[in-house]
């Protein structure tokens, strides 16, 4: 197995397209030359991260995720495979369950997981890096419902999925076009991966997540990838970011060691996460909780070493908090907000890319409750220095629901997180004196020379806010924030254009396709 | 005028109201063998500031600042007194303007200001530090309308006014009564802050705001907190914050500055602030935003220690956006949260107490906009060290409404910003490896000895959030979260029991409000 060819930021191609083996080209050209869409490129943070914990805190945690690697110990589930490089590495493999010596899965992930990667789209306008002072936002994963104010709550679709794929598209401060972004319920569960990579494929040309739900389906994802950028270019650079969610507490299960063994194999990027409801998965404490989290992301990380050295791989932490009164996952509390800051250190001081946070909430509807939870798990998302932000928009009622309505809400949000990441503008502009000289005591700004000069992109412009005067908002019905977004995310699809895709491409997905359908029955469960 | 003896932290008895002269020591007895509420003390923030600017950066704002009281000035309206305390410490008066040698306002405040000072309420329990790693939060400020979901949008009441102050008393993460939390627009405007004083201090027992629309309003303040703490106490304490906002840019007119003198030779406490819409009365860019903000907050703190050395001052910001559409107000954006961020590093180099932030936003309901703004705006608070935030519950509509449902709702988030700002607990039972080593991988951990002992108070409970599941919630009736927040502050208010207050002192307050409102005819504007 050859060492991969990652591209670390410094070295990354002004047009990583060029590398690209077939297809696609003139698309892309006519691409280059602009859409209706000014997109925006991935976020490169220019502000501060926010730390909450001491070096020295931060050294107990590293040394108790030590502690439980070693002493209780990990089960890997069902893959032989995986004990058997684990023995070879030199852990103590007792069953399935796995006691590491202190320190090596630090050592495998140090020694040989990139700092940062490069992973492509195919519109190389979109290729994004994850990892260092790069932000990159992704949309809502998993939810078997999809909501908006004229259907209600309902079960996903491909339709609805190819919808938020589409919305994602059009959104200029989503860098990524995600993966799940809801279950397709209406296509079999053995066939549905296919169909929602081509989607991703199909209507955007941002960056994609792959199929984990089993090994076969990782390798079908990786199989059209090389139809899109050509077999070499797959092997050699990362196209594609899957998740990988330990069983917490303390597992790696079957189904995901599996697709982590494919994507590594291939180079692609896994986001290990241990996917956490503290007090039911993890002890109820902050810090036990931050403990346990990077006890298995470290190993799960460290597997992808030994599968693939190289491989790219992101330190995951979710973490929510629970109702004392229903069991539910709580989101936007101050504790997985804290978890979120300190596993961010601990990530920066192992020398991996982080992924959390998002526009988390559990309200049911998209109203003020989801917004205060979102924002409170948004704003630590891009203070906490989060590399790769997996539900940035559309995350309803605790990942139950992809909601249309708090997409748009959520993508407003993602816009002013890319202004504040460019902090404060101190060049001469920035500082004024000119402007504060030529106007004085007593007058206004509106007319001096500066504000004529700056007006236009001082300030964010919100797409969802109403700042009009209590008159105009009472005449024009008295619109909520989720009234407006109803209209805005229907206009938007009514909007719609694909990006341009070259036809003898398209082609060749939908004949892969439609040979794997038909090599397996239709299965439902 | 000799010395006040502000208290500092380091002194502060454990029992202010100990130093109490006269009446009320049964009543706050009571108080003190506790009521049905578990109130909050005031923040002591364990977590760091953050900061978005380097030491360097800071620097030139400062140098900037010097150079705008120095080369442009500012002008002081309409008191002949104030500008021959400026002629006397040597600055350059023309007119009403005033030119200051570079450093003075600096090194009067830094010389003088104390850096932090503690404000009694009339139940010592719940008196405040202001400065240092202290946060207080007090109620909206200000609005002549009110609004719920039953009446909608109306002007205030006197009635309105009791209920916010009963509010603010119910909520244990609001440590300030607040001042004008809406305006009493059925009382004369000449009479209504005796009312309003009245109102805090006979249906709270929380430290209180004074009022500023005239001189002779101030001295009424502070004659009846005399009544409640006695001559000498008041005199040598502080007992009153009270809100004194530049006419920006580069003014301080003649009202603002006669109440500013009232209150600093009282010992009691003015936050100077450039209340800014960036874009019309400041430049519309942060650095220059913050360049103006504080000039003026430094020559108006400064003003104060002219009149009395070491008044308690507070460097205070209020800085929106603009809507480019509406010219309107706009919050929740990235670049008032830059500017918080920034003034607060100021404040703190220059060694004052800072207040900013709140719970702003610029939506008509309290809806999600409503929501999404007011986090944007309150988790900036708490991360940038504000000491005392105004507008931290209830403000609506860019300040012209004071909302009872956003009240509740906004109160929520005070209390998650209460724990979050305890940082990590990395105590042993913090670090909870005893729960890991008891559970171990693939079980959970609801059961463990440890989860049993730490449950209770895990993780903060929302008094807003449901988070039941869908279908209990669609029973229920399908609440958004501000039908929920009209349900309970109508609880609230209909739950309210009165802090006990002594009858001689009760009596003592209407008699002198009676005795003033008979001196003076009735006006309404």
């Known amino acids: 197995m050859s060492e991969p060819a990652v591209t670390t930021p410094a070295e990354a191609p002004a047009d ?3 590398r690209r083996a077939r297809g696609g080209a003139d698309a892309r050209r006519a691409l280059r030359r ?19 914990l001491t070096t020295e805190s931060l050294e107990i945690i590293e040394a108790n995720a030590d502690t439980v690697l070693e002493e209780v110990g990990i089960d890997f589930r069902g893959d032989e495979e995986i004990l058997q490089l684990w023995r070879d590495a030199g852990a103590d493999v007792k069953g399935e369950r796995i006691h590491f010596p202190r320190g090596l899965c630090r050592k495998l992930v140090m020694d040989h997981a990139p700092k940062t990667f490069t992973q492509y789209g195919r519109n190389p306008e979109r290729t994004v890096e994850i990892g260092g002072k790069a932000t990159v936002f992704a949309p809502v994963y998993g939810p078997p419902f999809v909501r908006d104010q004229d259907g209600g709550r309902r079960y996903g679709t491909i339709a609805d999925f190819q919808n938020f794929v589409k919305l994602a598209y059009m959104t200029p401060a989503m860098h990524h076009s995600g993966g799940t972004v809801c279950e397709p319920v209406d296509v079999p569960v053995n ?6 990579v081509y989607a991703h494929l199909k209507y955007s040309d941002k960056p994609i997540m792959g199929s984990v739900t089993a090994p076969e389906r ?22 594609c970011t899957s998740l990988i969610n330990a069983n ?62 190289g491989a790219p791989v992101i330190l995951g932490s979710f973490a929510s908090s629970m109702s004392m009164q229903s069991g539910a996952p709580t989101f936007g509390t101050p504790e997985p907000a804290l978890v979120l800051y300190g596993m961010g250190a601990l990530a920066r001081r192992l ?23 979102s924002a409170q798990t948004l704003i630590p998302t891009l203070l906490g220095g989060v590399n790769f932000v997996l539900h940035s928009a559309g995350w309803l009622e605790g990942g139950l629901v992809s909601s249309y309505e708090k997409f748009v809400m959520d993508t407003d949000q993602l816009g002013m997180m890319q202004t504040m990441a460019q902090g404060i503008d101190m060049s001469e502009n920035g500082q004024a004196m000119d402007a504060i000289r030529e106007v004085g005591p007593g007058k206004h700004f509106l007319g001096c020379a500066h504000t004529q000069a700056n007006f236009e992109t001082a300030f964010y412009r919100s797409s969802i806010a109403d700042n009009n005067s209590f008159e105009q908002w009472l005449a024009e019905g008295e619109q909520d924030a989720t009234k407006r977004a109803n209209t805005l995310f229907k206009k938007m699809l009514a909007d719609y254009e694909a990006p341009a895709l070259d036809p003898g491409l398209d082609e060749a997905l939908n004949e892969y396709m439609t040979r794997r359908k038909a090599e397996m029955p239709d299965a439902f469960a």
Chains 1, 2 share one sequence.
């Open 218 to 239: 990782a390798e079908d994802t990786v199989a059209m990838l090389k139809i899109v950028f050509g077999d070499d270019f797959v092997e050699n650079n990362t196209v």
């Open 351 to 373: 020398g991996v890319p982080f992924r959390s946070g998002g526009s988390l909430c559990g309200s049911k509807a998209a109203d003020a409750q989801a917004a205060y939870e």
């Open 34 to 52: 602009g859409g209706p869409i000014q997109q925006l490129k991935y976020i490169v943070r220019k502000i501060p991260n926010y730390e909450v």
């Open 191 to 196: 066939k549905r991966h296919l169909d929602m």
């Open 248 to 309: 917490s507490p303390m597992v790696w299960d079957e189904t995901m060691l599996g697709a982590l063994k494919v994507y590594a194999r291939h180079n692609q990027a896994v986001i290990t996460t241990p996917f956490i409801l503290s007090g039911a998965m993890s002890p109820c404490t902050v810090a036990g909780t931050m403990t346990q989290t990077l006890a298995e992301a470290l190993c799960g990380m460290a597997t992808a070493q030994l599968v693939r050295r």
């Open 16 to 18: 990583g397209g060029r």
